[in-house]
């Protein structure tokens, strides 16, 4: 019995100093570690419109715009102050605003909008190897707010008539949960992706709907002021790249 508990001691030893031999390196040639550490910030932010535009390059595809400012994904921005090795406070940002607009002949129409999320949150990390796991939460609160035009005139020119709505101003709080990996190709320098699914509640302020006919004034109707209950809202922040120091 002695010989066989000894026999299991040593295959476990064993074991362990394989593992160990055979664990990745996470230090580089010149010394830089890897993995964040304690008192490490970090700069999170979605690159999924780079790497489209990289993609397209090489595809040829047509329709190969470059990366915009004026459209922002969710979590474009997420920054990380490391309290110890494994876990850290998140700030969460996201703005994004929107501004289109369609002409014919005849018609001719807008539509612009505006929206913030903002919010603060904790992650904690799994893992020793270059290759880690982080999962946490983020209380959240929205800011919204949008308006869509139509005007529509005659062959020559001549204005016939016109419709406006101005949705009211829409604020909303909620908590979101979220779940990703990312690899360090890099000292400091993270490639990854994270699910989110989240629970909110918003309300709204009085819509707004303005309509002229010809050379008659205008007409402003209020509409009613609303609120909603959300619970989803899976997504996936296909393309994150992170950067430590």
Partial sequence: MKKLLLTAAI????FTSVNAQDAPELVSKKGETYLPEAGDWAISFNADGIFEYIGNSFSGDAKNDAPSVGYARN????????????TAYRVVANLQFTSDKETNETEEFKNSGFQLAA??????????????????????????SGKFE???????GTFLESFEVKDGLGLGLGVQ????????????????AQYT???????????EVTTQFGT??????????NSSFGLGGVGVASINLTLHF
């Fill in 177 to 192: 949960g979220f779940l990703g990996a990312e690899y360090f190709i890099f000292p400091k320098f993270a490639i990854g």
């Fill in 150 to 156: 139509e005007t529509l005139t005659d062959i020559d």
């Fill in 216 to 225: 008659d004034a205008a007409v402003t109707v209020d509409g009613a002021k």
């Fill in 119 to 144: 919010g603060l949150g904790k992650e904690w990390r799994r893992g020793n190897t270059r290759l880690q796991g982080f999962y946490g939460a983020d209380a959240l609160i929205t800011v919204t």
């Fill in 75 to 86: 979590n474009s921005f997420v920054g990380k102050k490391f309290i110890t090795d494994k």
């Fill in 197 to 207: 699914y989240g629970v909110g509640f918003n309300i709204a302020g009085k819509s």
């Fill in 11 to 14: 295959a476990v030893l064993g």
